[in-house]
C-alpha cells in the first residue's frame, strides 16, 4: 500500500531540524497566522491587556499561564458549564477545567446558589462590623454599647 505523501514531503533523515516532522519555519509561519486570527477575534481582549502594568508577575495571575500560546490573556466575561465566553464574545469550550470544575462545571446553579446566599449572610455581618468600627473610632471606650 502505498502512502499518500509523496517523496518530496516525506521528512527525509537527513532533516535534523525538524518539529515533528515539519520544518520550524512552517510552524512559525502557523503560529503567526494563528496569532494574527486570535488578535482580529479578540480587541477588547487586547485593549484591555496591561502587559507590563500588570498588578500580576509576568502578567498572568498563575506563572504556568504563562505557557499558553495565546499573545494575550483570555479575559473571561462569564463561564458555564464547560464553556467560557470571553469579553469580544467568542465562546469556547473549556479543556483545562480546574479540579473543581471538572468535577462540577463552571457556575453549576446550587453552587452559584449557595455561594449567593452565604454572601448576602456575611454582608449583614459585616455592615454590623461596620458599625462596630465606626462607633469605636468616635468612641472607643464606649463601642460595645452600640453594637446592633
Known amino acids: 500500500m502505498s502512502s499518500p505523501m509523496s517523496a518530496a514531503t516525506t521528512p527525509q533523515p537527513s532533516d535534523k531540524n525538524l518539529v515533528a516532522g515539519i520544518r520550524p519555519d512552517r510552524l512559525a509561519a502557523l503560529a503567526a497566522r494563528a496569532a494574527d486570527d486570535y488578535r482580529a477575534a479578540r480587541p477588547r481582549c487586547f485593549a484591555a ?6 498588578p500580576f508577575l509576568d502578567a498572568v495571575p498563575m506563572h504556568w499561564m ?7 490573556p483570555m479575559l473571561v466575561a462569564e463561564a ?5 465566553t470571553d469579553i469580544d464574545g467568542n465562546r469556547l469550550d473549556d479543556f483545562c477545567l480546574g479540579d473543581t470544575g471538572s468535577m462540577f462545571g463552571h457556575s ?5 446558589e ?8 456575611r454582608a449583614k455581618r459585616l455592615a454590623s462590623v461596620a458599625v462596630v468600627a465606626i462607633c469605636h473610632l468616635k468612641s472607643p471606650k464606649t463601642w460595645e454599647s452600640r453594637l446592633p
Open 66 to 72: 504563562r505557557d499558553w500560546p495565546m499573545p494575550v
Open 49 to 54: 491587556d496591561l502587559g507590563a502594568g500588570s
Open 80 to 84: 458555564t458549564g464547560a464553556t467560557l
Open 114 to 121: 449557595a455561594i449567593r446566599a452565604q454572601a448576602a449572610r
Open 108 to 112: 453549576p446553579a446550587p453552587v452559584a
